[in-house]
């Protein structure tokens, strides 16, 4: 049974310990200690990292007796070491956890909407949240739980038996009996927990939601506490100023311009696609001009610039209306867009043909005899329709 410091003390970030079991856990050296700090992973909340002596921690796993931490290196039986956390991991994890204590209290408290689970990402943590929530009421309770952040409350650890326990308005049922651990935010949350926290509210900094979306009958909610909170405003800012800057207009006009840009550009899509159309009949003329022999086929093979892939379609079955002639037509630039379109008369499957040149030069496509059109052919269109013409000469 490894006595667990971080159960009454978790500010202790060093420890000395004596080694009382060696093992290898799925293949890498580990040690158990008689008293740990290291925190394994359980209930929503990852593992602490740091050294025992001048062996890496790598993982800390939870046995229900014993704490197993995995090691970069093998311990010696009966070696006394001094362990120490790693201080930032750990603070970043409390912050996140009494965090995600104040945020499920809120929902609880204010909307009787109660935490179903909690998980701690590196980056991003979430909880589910039984029932729905609108995004007036996530403010809302986002507004409380910030509220006793900046109350800074005292947040204490007591032990009960679990009769003791239920006398006590738990803000969720026990998972486990025997002895709890109770996490207690004064005045505001008292919850059944094993995990570190911080030991007054105000270390929190701040609770920040970052995203909710609706699951099945519940709420998933993506929240950042601390360090994390600034990180993420460090992170929007730099996205928003380099919008704001490229598109001239202040931070809550962003969503506007962008609507308006994209309405643009579809507009500007149709015109251009409606001028290619048109173009394409001229160009499809000087093309078929042009067309060479290969074997006994009329051929237009050409690399198009400045066209785009329904532009690339347009041009091909406009030259194909030219019977007798088989056209290929690819982008000037790779990955290769290309389209193969043939007129009346001409024998070659257009389909079969793109098929070997994407077994040839990778990419995708398809299509029939008649025309097929397939991207990403990885190589200079020259090569693809020198290829092509080789294939079409050699029947
Ligand atoms: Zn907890």
Not at 33 to 41: I, S
Not at 150 to 156: G, I, L
Request: proline share 4%; charged share 25%; net charge negative.
């Amino acid at each position: 049974m490894t006595s667990r410091i971080y159960y009454t003390d978790p500010s202790c970030v060093t420890f000395e310990a004596i080694v009382t079991r060696t093992l290898v856990h799925e293949t890498r050296p580990a040690a158990v200690l008689d008293r740990t700090a290291f925190y394994p992973t359980s209930g929503g909340q990852p593992f602490d990292t740091g050294r025992l002596g001048l062996v890496d921690v790598v993982d800390v796993v939870d046995t229900g007796d014993e704490v197993i931490h995995v090691l970069s290196a093998a311990l010696a039986e009966g070696d006394r070491v001094v362990g120490e956390i790693d201080r930032a991991r750990r603070q970043d994890h409390m912050q996140q956890h009494t965090g995600q204590h104040l945020l499920s209290a809120a929902f609880d408290t204010r909307f009787a909407n109660a935490t179903v689970s909690f998980h701690m990402g590196s980056e991003v943590s979430t909880i589910d949240l039984a029932g729905p929530a609108t995004s007036d009421d996530i403010a809302a309770a986002v507004r409380d739980a910030n509220q006793i952040v900046w109350e800074n409350r005292p947040v204490s650890i007591r032990f009960v038996s679990d009769a003791e326990a239920a006398g006590l308005p738990l803000r969720k049922e026990p998972t486990r009996g025997g002895q709890l651990r109770l996490i207690e935010v004064d005045g505001f949350d008292v919850s059944a927990c094993g995990g570190t926290h911080v030991s007054r509210t105000g270390a929190i900094g701040m609770i920040g939601v970052l995203a909710s979306e609706k699951q099945r009958s519940g709420t998933r909610i993506t929240f950042v506490c601390g360090g994390r909170a600034l990180k993420a405003l460090e992170t929007y800012r730099d996205a928003i100023t380099g919008c704001v800057r490229t598109l001239s207009v202040l931070p809550p006009e962003l969503p506007s311009a962008v609507e308006r840009l994209q309405l643009e550009a579809k507009d500007q899509r149709k015109a251009l696609s409606r001028l290619q159309e048109q173009l394409a009949g001229f160009e499809a003329e000087r093309l078929v001009n042009g067309a060479i022999m290969a074997g006994d086929v009329r051929l237009v093979a050409s690399a198009m610039d400045g066209w785009d892939v329904p532009g690339l379609k347009a041009l091909g079955t406009a030259v194909a209306r030219h019977g007798g002639v088989l056209a290929i037509i690819t982008s000037a630039a790779a990955p290769v867009a290309i389209v193969i379109a043939r007129g009346g008369g001409v024998n070659v499957d257009a389909g079969r043909l793109l098929k070997a040149l994407t077994e040839k030069f990778g990419g995708r496509g398809g299509g029939k005899p008649e025309l097929a059109q397939g991207g990403g052919l990885n190589a200079a269109p020259e090569d693809i329709l020198r290829a092509a013409k080789e294939l079409v000469a050699g029947g």
